[in-house]
């Protein structure tokens, strides 16, 4: 069975990452062909940069990047859930993609944003991130649209309004790695 990690890309007190990355796993669980797990970045907790090599020579010297490197290998895919931050992503994704290099080659992704604009911004700035890692970026993008202000039940009923996207990016996943095991 392939994994897929969805990577929780904010650290903040009180964030809503949380809410949404359960909410999508939840809605993802419903298949079964793919194994999805959370990937919570305040629990991995890297330090601003601290390998004084190139992520690309693979020689890492840290054991929380180490560490951080035999999680990743561990999955086929990824799902990148954060919110739009000053019209970016946030910096500790940037910082726990940037420890890697190799890691992320050829894995499919899927980014899913939040924010009073859906993070359309955030995504576009990604993307080139994903491009350049050489990641497989997936056809199906969530921009989901919530408020600071929402309450939690808000923001669920709003999060729900997502559900048929959540079904197509299921496929997406699907239909990739179907395609893998076919080459």
């Not at 903040?12 to 419903?30: E, G, I, T, Y």
């Amino acid at each position: 069975m392939q994994k897929v990690g969805i990577v929780i890309g904010s650290v903040r007190p009180n964030r809503r990452s949380m809410q949404v990355a359960a909410w999508l796993k939840r809605q993802l669980q419903k298949e079964t062909k793919v194994q999805y797990d959370l990937i919570d970045l305040k629990k991995v907790d890297l330090p601003m940069m601290a390998e004084p090599h190139l992520p690309v020579t693979g020689l890492y010297t840290q054991q929380k990047t180490r560490a951080w490197s035999a999680l990743i290998q561990q999955y086929d895919g990824f799902i990148f859930v954060f919110p739009q931050y000053n019209w970016g992503y946030p910096a500790v994704l940037k910082n726990a993609i940037d420890y890697l290099a190799k890691e992320w080659q050829g894995k499919p992704v899927s980014l899913v944003t939040f924010g009073g604009h859906g993070g359309t911004q955030a995504q576009l700035a990604m993307k080139m991130v994903i491009a350049g890692l050489k990641m497989q970026a997936l056809p199906v993008n969530l921009q989901i649209d919530l408020l600071p202000a929402d309450s939690l039940a808000v923001a669920e009923r709003k999060l729900n309004s997502y559900n048929w996207q959540v079904e197509l990016l299921s496929e997406c996943f699907d239909k990739f790695f179907k395609q893998q095991r076919i080459k």
